[in-house]
């Protein structure tokens, strides 16, 4: 019998099976990668073409959404156990190859999805996107990762919490080191409440409505909704939570604007300083950064049933746009003007409430961008703290003596918060703090004052801080 007779006769070729959930979570990571994208922005448009073309239903896109979101959440472990499985530096993985390892960790380490099933999928997105070669790195290392499930390791990749325990908490909980630093500092305490705070960050947010006063009631949106898919908010008397998997754009209120999509936390934000205490007249309102809108519009709507006028102010052209789409039909005069806070076109004293919800990390949010804790770096808070003092100090000018200002941001890191205040208030004067916790009643555990700090794990919101504040001189 000749040699070549003796060989196994070779198999066909077999071409790779496209799954079109799979390819879609590969293609948001990249994009969130590649073009500095936002989840948030990229997956709708991609999930609504999928409908459209691949015929995506319900639990696609809910399994499409759960890979993306799951795996930029846990990318600091999922890179810590990749690294441990190949023996090269993690930076001289291509990033295309990385993504799709971080996906198949994710579905092995993250979900119920059977390892079998999980490797297999994870292999044959990568011969659809990467080709056969890289296919096989892939196979060999998720192969790797499946011996062990994620506690075990866990145990493994992350140092003992008794040596270093910011270490520690990152790799476990999947934060930046400098972010679990500067989170704990803000939160003060020990381990227990920074760990359940970092856990609170890597799981999937409720999404809340706001029935906007005067336009839409949240008896209304919770008699569309049913007990089974609505339940009221937690604090803000003007806010309803979604159920899983509950669609805002299917309700009439919400697509007539009449209600809109609107963290808890903002919706405080907002109310308290509708609320604050003023001496002397109640006439002109000022949101002096309002884009998106979603705050614009909630006091806008507060302002119309008091009699008052709303100026909503928004330096990006295409910001300004969203606030007067989310202003639209609102009860009371208003005005959306595109201007820089910095250096205002109204003069000064002219406004009896002003608003700054200023730019600023988005450390406080990272529940809905989980991608922004990789993104930002310790020097970036040198960066905002220019802008946010300055958009104070303006806000300080527009209000009359006996105004209020309201001074905001979606992050608890000190350097954005109560140091800007404090900062603010030795160099310039004229003004001094409101208590704002008896503005916010029934909200548990809201701190010493007089400022607020809001926390996911405690009030199942966004991490908003708020500082009010009396023109004074």
């Not at 990668?33 to 999930?47: Q, T």
């Not at 295309?96 to 960790?105: E, F, I, W």
């Not at 000018?397 to 001074?407: L, P, S, T, W």
Request: hydrophobic share 40%.
């Amino acid at each position: 019998m000749s040699e070549q007779s003796r060989r196994r006769p070779s198999k066909p070729y077999r071409r790779p099976k496209k799954d079109p959930v799979r390819v879609l979570a590969f293609e948001a990571l990249r994009a969130v990668d590649e073009r500095d994208a936002y989840a948030n922005l990229v997956l709708p448009p991609l999930l609504k073409k999928a409908r459209e073309k691949e015929g995506f239903d319900g639990r696609d896109a809910a399994l499409a959404t759960e890979l993306v979101y799951g795996t930029l959440r846990r990318q600091g472990t999922y890179d810590a156990v990749i690294a441990a499985c190949i023996d090269r530096p993690l930076r001289e993985v291509d990033p295309p190859v990385l993504d799709v390892l971080s996906l198949g960790a994710h579905q092995l380490l993250g979900t119920r999805i059977p390892t079998h099933a999980a490797v297999s999928a994870s292999v044959e997105l990568a011969r659809v996107v990467l080709g056969d070669g890289r296919a096989k790195f892939v196979n060999a290392v998720l192969r790797r990762i499946a011996q062990r499930d994620l506690d075990a390791w866990l145990e493994e990749v992350a140092p003992p919490y008794d040596e270093d325990a910011e270490d520690h908490l990152a790799v476990v909980h999947s934060h930046p080191r400098w972010v679990v630093s500067a989170l704990w500092d803000a939160l003060g305490g020990g381990r227990a409440g920074i760990e359940d705070l970092l856990e609170a960050d890597n799981e999937r947010p409720e999404v809340t409505l706001v029935a906007r006063p005067g336009r839409s009631t949240p008896a209304e949106l919770l008699d569309v909704l049913g007990d089974e898919a609505g339940l009221p908010g937690r604090w803000s008397p003007y806010a309803v939570r979604l159920a899983e998997g509950g669609e805002p754009g299917a309700i009439d209120a919400v697509r007539e604007g009449r209600a809109g999509v609107q963290d808890e936390g903002s919706q405080l934000v907002a109310i308290a300083l509708a609320n604050a205490p003023l001496d002397g007249p109640d006439r002109r309102w000022l949101d002096g950064c309002a884009g998106p809108g979603g705050k614009a519009a909630l006091l806008g709507a507060l302002a119309a049933g008091r009699g008052a006028a709303l100026l909503a102010s928004e330096k990006q052209p295409h910001r300004a746009r969203l606030v007067d789409r989310a202003l639209t039909g609102n009860p009371g005069p208003y005005q959306v003007i595109t201007a820089d806070g910095t250096r205002p076109p109204w003069r000064p004293g002219s406004f009896d409430r002003v608003l700054v919800d200023v730019p600023c990390s988005g450390l406080g949010a990272l529940r809905r961008r989980p991608e922004a804790r990789w993104r930002r770096r310790p020097e970036d808070m040198e960066g905002f703290a220019p802008l946010q003092r300055a958009l104070l100090t303006e806000a300080l000018q527009a209000a009359r003596v006996g105004g209020v200002v309201g001074y905001a941001t979606c992050s608890p890191h000190l350097a954005e918060t109560r140091v800007v205040v404090d900062d603010v208030l030795k160099k310039h004067g004229g003004a001094e703090l409101i208590d704002a916790r008896p503005l916010m009643p029934g909200v548990p555990a809201l701190g010493d004052g007089p400022d607020v700090q809001l926390w996911p794990h405690l009030h199942g919101t966004d991490a908003m801080y708020l500082a009010l504040l009396r023109r004074t001189a």
